[in-house]
């Protein structure tokens, strides 16, 4: 059975064996809401004996099910072969033109472990280069720029890949909506990754969550009932650990409750590229290099230089100096010094 | 002329993403038009006409909207015609699970929320099950796991759709989105063509206009929870 791949015939298999090759097999019946077929049963002759009203309760007409049986078998070993297929060395993305039409004369690459910060007011570019690469635009867009996956013109299929999705998103407005518990939300996340060993992943990622949060969670804590922080610090573990994506896009996260710059640090240590949307000349200073967006295009690629680096402890220090101020503040105290 | 059917639950953004598409294709000189089916109400034809992009409506009353929707869709494709648009998207409220406005070789587009719940896709009749194009909103607001566990549980359920996440608010993929159905096939006449799955003509005595309550007043198509 460790022969199973696309286009296999899989609706003439016995569903035992499939199910030991393919546990998540399983999924396709639970999510119609159709029983298990037993072991010994080929999925086309259990096909063959669902009464036709529940189909007709089901909108599904009965030779579909095989066509839509094959093509869930195909999604499954596509996701489990995914580890096996070319990883991701390096993304460039060639220029292309402004809002104006103006050239952009640019070629960037990036590579998994870089920090790319991005500047520019809103509405300037930002949010079309990152539909450009999501979009694995080639010329077909605006901007007219060509993205390049590890220097080639990539697949067209790959565009509509839900396995292949380049990029993952984290900002200020995204909350946990799901009334699950933490451990339960993970594993459910796990899950639908089709990974090996679920559990020890998802204690994994609470623990690297626990790292990043000010103040410490439960495994048993509903995730709607975290506070701010530890959302944030659950979204950034979860996505480094988890997410199919290779690029995070983290958009303007505020300060409160996290560690941004060890948030930073454990994306990037689990091979992530990390897009950075910042005016925090801390934060911005993390990236190697910053991009620099005007009129809907990038005006210019800027590398973060020795004397920058340098003044990074000056405004680390102004920085500590303000939230002392604020802290102050907060407690009640006068500010009427500096 | 290009024909597209959107349906998805109620409130799901299939007006703002169908806006946001019409937009993206105009710049490239596209004329899109659109009919919105409801039952008893809708705002949508005012949100088009704002935004410049030519809508009527049609209501369906107390009829299930996709049964009216069938009855009507050839006289909507005339129209289009009559008005030179290049697309004409047909916008249905999907109020009933259990019909689909979505017909063979015509590209059918189902829209769905990141809001609505990872049940919710297991929930769906053939609107989502027999759906080309899957298009997911409001993914803005969950977090990226959720957003991949909702496209995942969408793909068990649709394993041979195209599934994209298009926001209705800030417009991220709605250029794309513009591309893909402005390259669906294009639609000369309806008469003959199929549905994708047959809708389940609703019998009981109830569609038929009955109120009072009690076996004595049921009649047709009945069906009772089996509580041993
Ligand atoms: N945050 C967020 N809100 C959205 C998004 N897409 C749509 N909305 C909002 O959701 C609400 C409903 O959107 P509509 O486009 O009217 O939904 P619809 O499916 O056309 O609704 P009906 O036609 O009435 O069934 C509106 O307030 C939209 O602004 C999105 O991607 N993110
Ligand atoms: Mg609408
Ligand atoms: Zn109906
Ligand atoms: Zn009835």
Redesign the interface.
């Known amino acids: 059975m460790e022969t199973l791949h696309p286009t296999s015939g899989y609706t003439a298999l016995l569903l035992g064996d499939l199910l030991r090759e393919l546990p998540r097999a399983e999924?396709?019946f639970t999510?119609?809401?159709l029983p298990l077929p037993a072991g010994d049963e080929s999925t086309e002759t259990y096909f063959g004996r669902i009464p036709a009203e529940t189909l007709?309760?089901?909108?599904?007409?009965r030779r579909e099910l095989g066509?839509?049986f094959t093509?869930?078998m195909?999604?499954l070993v596509v996701l489990r072969d995914k580890g096996n297929g070319p990883a991701i060395e390096a993304i460039t993305i060639l220029g292309g033109v402004d809002k104006d039409g103006a050239p952009e004369d640019f070629s960037l690459t990036i590579r998994p472990g870089e920090v790319i910060s991005i500047v520019g007011p809103t509405g300037s570019g930002k949010?079309r280069f990152?539909?450009d690469i999501?979009?694995l635009a080639q010329g077909?867009?605006?901007t007219r720029r060509r993205v390049l996956i590890n220097g080639c013109a990539p697949d067209p299929a790959r565009r509509?890949s839900?396995e292949q999705k380049l990029v993952?998103?984290?900002?200020q407005?995204?909350?946990?909506?799901?009334d699950l518990t933490v451990a339960e939300?993970?594993t459910?996340?796990a899950e639908?990754?089709m990974l090996g060993d679920v559990a020890g992943i998802t204690a994994t990622v609470i623990a690297k969550a626990n790292e990043l949060a000010g103040e410490r969670f439960s495994p048993h804590t509903p995730v709607t009932a975290l506070s701010g922080g530890q959302?944030r610090a659950l979204?950034i573990a979860?996505?480094s650990c988890?997410?199919?994506s290779p690029i995070v896009l983290i958009d303007e996260i505020e300060n409160a409750g996290i560690d941004r710059r060890r948030a930073v640090h454990t994306l990037v240590g689990e091979g992530k590229i990390v897009l950075m949307a910042t005016h925090d000349p801390i934060l911005a200073l993390m990236g190697d290099r910053r991009l620099v967006f005007r009129n809907g295009g990038i005006a210019a690629l800027l590398e973060t230089s020795p004397a920058e680096r340098a003044n990074l402890a000056a405004f680390e220090e102004m920085d500590a100096r303000l939230t002392a101020v604020r802290n102050a503040l907060r407690n009640g105290e006068r500010i009427d010094r500096l | 002329m290009r024909l597209v059917t959107v349906a998805g639950p109620p409130s799901s953004g299939k007006t703002a993403v169908i806006i946001r598409a019409a937009e993206a294709l105009r710049a490239d000189g596209v004329r899109v038009g659109v009919i919105k089916f409801d039952c008893l109400s809708t705002g949508d034809q005012a949100l088009y006409e704002r935004k410049g992009i030519t809508a009527r409506t049609g209501l369906s009353g107390n009829l299930c909207p996709d049964h009216f929707f069938v009855s009507n869709i050839q006289e909507c494709l005339q129209w289009g015609e009559q008005s030179g648009f290049d697309l004409l998207v047909a916008e249905s409220a999907g109020l009933c699970n259990r019909c689909a406005p979505h017909i063979k070789d015509v590209c059918a587009v189902c829209v769905i929320d990141n809001l609505s719940g990872v049940e919710t896709p297991r929930k769906i009749g053939p609107m989502l099950k027999m759906a080309d194009l899957v298009v997911i909103t409001k993914g803005d607001i969950v977090s990226q796991a959720e957003r991949e566990v909702f496209a995942h549980r969408v793909r068990q359920v649709n394993p041979g759709a195209v599934v994209m996440q298009v926001n209705g608010l800030t417009g991220q993929g709605g250029y794309e989105l513009g591309r893909l159905l402005a390259g669906a096939e294009e639609t000369v006449s309806l008469t003959g063509r199929l549905l994708r799955f047959s809708m389940p003509a609703a019998l009981c005595s109830y569609c038929l206009g009955q109120r009072k309550i009690g076996s004595d007043f049921q009649m047709g198509n009945v069906r009772k929870i089996d509580f041993s």
Do not use: K, Y
């Open positions: 999924d396709f999510s119609l809401g007709e309760d089901l909108g599904i007409e066509e839509r093509a869930f195909d999604l949010s990152l539909a999501e979009w077909d867009t605006p509509f839900l993952a998103q984290l900002s407005n995204m909350n946990f909506v799901m939300f993970i459910m996340h639908s990754r959302s979204m979860d996505t988890l997410s199919i």
